[in-house]
């Protein structure tokens, strides 16, 4: 009975095991992010040798990044390269320069204005009707009405706040089958947290 439980227990991590595996063997597509919600939105302009692609975008209110290789050999290779370069934090010498010589996207950190929400860092410019009831209307969250006939959508930190660190925007990146994953963090989340939301996303690749 004993010997039986044994090999029942074994048959099921070795079943586990290759559960686990399966998507790190895998040839994913671009079209597998949408799976998962990803909206990619642009490229890269840096250029990483032998990636199919390399883009930006949104999921879930931040923004991740995807570098897409042929194979697996080199996702683990050039691609991890590639992640560690784009997530490189230096400790700062000149000036508020926080990242490394390689760094594309950057973020502004240091300071709890100078990290606004993903949603909140881009401005909307809606010109309105002279006539219309809302030009002499001040809206208070995250919308300010100016005077005159222009609505504007600001970020949450001012123009006149100073940045304190230029760190990278994404701080963690994880390599499942032949994609390299990245991702910045909320305000609110350490690196555990950053590559647990990782960890989910490549869960729910197909």
């Not at 919600?37 to 990636?51: L, N, S, V």
């Not at 002279?130 to 995250?142: A, D, G, P, V």
Request: with cysteine; net charge negative.
């Amino acid at each position: 009975m004993r010997y039986l439980f044994i090999v029942i227990t074994l048959f099921i991590f070795i079943g586990c095991s290759q559960e686990e595996n399966k998507d790190t063997n895998k040839i994913y597509s671009m079209e597998d992010l949408a799976v998962v919600g990803i909206k990619i939105k642009k490229d890269f302009q840096t250029d990483f040798p032998e990636a199919t692609h390399a883009k930006w975008g949104f999921l879930k209110g931040r923004e991740v990044a995807v570098f897409r290789y042929p194979t697996i050999e080199l996702a683990n290779t050039l691609g991890k390269t590639a992640g560690e370069e784009q997530t490189e934090e230096i400790e700062v010498v000149e000036k508020n320069i926080a990242h490394g010589p390689k760094v594309e996207k950057t973020e502004c950190r240091g300071h709890k204005a100078n990290k606004p929400n993903s949603s909140d860092v881009y401005k909307l410019d809606i010109k309105l009707n002279s006539n219309s009831f809302l030009s002499e209307i001040f809206i208070i969250n995250k919308m300010k009405l100016l005077e005159g006939n222009s609505l504007n959508l600001f970020p949450l930190k001012p123009s006149w706040m100073e940045c304190v660190r230029r760190a990278p925007m994404y701080t963690e990146f994880i390599i499942v089958g032949n994609l390299v994953i990245l991702s910045e963090p909320l305000a609110t989340e350490d690196s555990e947290g950053t590559i647990k939301f990782l960890q989910e996303t490549a869960e729910k690749l197909p």
